[in-house]
């Protein structure tokens, strides 16, 4: 009996180790949850105080004597909350935070996603003079996406080089063939 459960255990950690948390625990309104953006700045007065998550990227960022303003370019989610390019924008977001957000850390163009409650939208902003569809939110909960590592360039290992040699093995593609040398 106790080999059966051996045998079944990885298997057990390995689908529950699938079940990957997202990033945002809050569970947005089920009825905003497939709501386009334009359809949340439209209609925002008529959601005013429903739970949505939305991402996008830092533009700019405002501390006050008891909360943060954040302005930011609203992008789609991906699957897994994280925002996607900046071309598929629809509009602003204006963000305020209960408490202080450092500057330093929460810079422009850094990718955010964020939980929060629809305070309002409006189409024109205080520090604009274009015309943007702005979406307020009081954020509930807010993650701060890790900055890209760039990748060192790796060059080909030298056993897949192009011009590697080796009298053993044939020729590049056909490497499978084995050969013995022969010394002359």
């Not at 830092?58 to 008891?66: Q, Y």
């Not at 994280?82 to 509009?91: A, V, Y």
């Not at 954020?139 to 080089?161: A, F, G, N, S, V």
Request: hydrophobic share 35%.
């Amino acid at each position: 009996m106790q080999l059966k459960w051996i045998a079944v255990l990885p298997i057990v950690i390995f689908l529950l180790y699938g079940c990957a948390d997202l990033p945002l625990t809050t569970v947005a309104d089920p009825t905003l949850r497939k709501s386009s953006f334009a359809d949340l700045v439209a209609a925002a007065q008529q959601h005013i105080g429903k739970t949505v998550i939305l991402g996008g990227y830092v533009l700019s960022i405002e501390n006050k004597a008891d909360h943060t303003r954040i302005v930011a370019l609203q992008t789609p989610l991906s699957s897994g909350q994280e925002p996607q390019s900046k071309d598929l924008s629809q509009g602003r977001l204006i963000l305020l935070y209960n408490g202080f957000l450092d500057p330093e850390v929460y810079t422009k163009e850094r990718k955010i996603t964020v939980a929060g409650t629809i305070a309002g939208s409006s189409t024109t902003e205080r520090h604009t003079e274009t015309e943007y569809p702005f979406l307020r939110l009081q954020i509930e909960q807010l993650y701060l996406w890790p900055k890209p590592t760039i990748q060192p360039y790796r060059p080909y290992d030298y056993w897949h080089h192009p011009y590697y040699y080796d009298p053993w093995w044939g020729p590049y593609p056909w490497h499978w063939r084995h050969r013995y040398h022969r010394w002359r």
